[in-house]
């Protein structure tokens, strides 16, 4: 038997040298800063998109400034200061002239919670608020009204009243704080 004879292998092609490469082109100095500002860019982009996954899961609230800038609670010039008597109604309508005065006893005597007084003579925030009305119920009425309300404008609707949310604080940085700013809404709104 005869077998048929193996088809001829085709000699391999041969094998050319690369070209030898082009020198490099010089890159002018914004076009280098150019190419670094883009590569930075994206490896900002990457890593905050790595940051956004990575703390997703975390429950955060804004910061507060007032809570992390601390200054002496003693900012407004006094009698013995040599500037002569300072008016503790600045505000020229009742019921913001009134929380000024209940935020100014707060920051002298004190701020308490679980009672509207307690035996130092601190206040809590309606203690205060009362205190300083002098026994004017609708006046009184009205300031804790303002103050609930800059209060939920704060921390949401779901504050249901000035002393529970002045007995939900271990310290009074918040609820004095709170007082200063109803009385700020109390004049804007010239009551």
Known sequence: MSRPAPAPVPAPAPV????????PAELSLDARLALVD????????????????RTAYLRTEPAEPADVVTVPFE???SESAGVGPVSSDLYPTPVAALLQR?????????????????????HCMQG???VEARGDRGLESSALAVLLEAVR????DHVDSVPGF?????SGRVP?????????LADARGL
Request: aromatic share 4%; proline share 7%.
């Open 176 to 184: 004095v704080r709170m007082v200063g700013r109803a009385a700020a």
């Open 153 to 156: 404008r704060s921390f949401g």
């Open 16 to 23: 050319l040298a690369p070209a030898p490469a082009a020198p």
């Open 75 to 77: 900012t407004v010039p």
């Open 166 to 170: 002045n007995d939900a604080f271990g």
């Open 38 to 53: 883009a590569a930075m860019t994206v490896r900002l982009d990457e890593a905050a998109v790595a940051h956004e996954v």
């Open 128 to 130: 205060a608020v009362r």
């Open 102 to 122: 209940a935020h100014h006893r707060l920051l002298s005597d004190g701020w308490c919670s679980g009672a509207p007084a307690d035996g130092e003579g601190a």
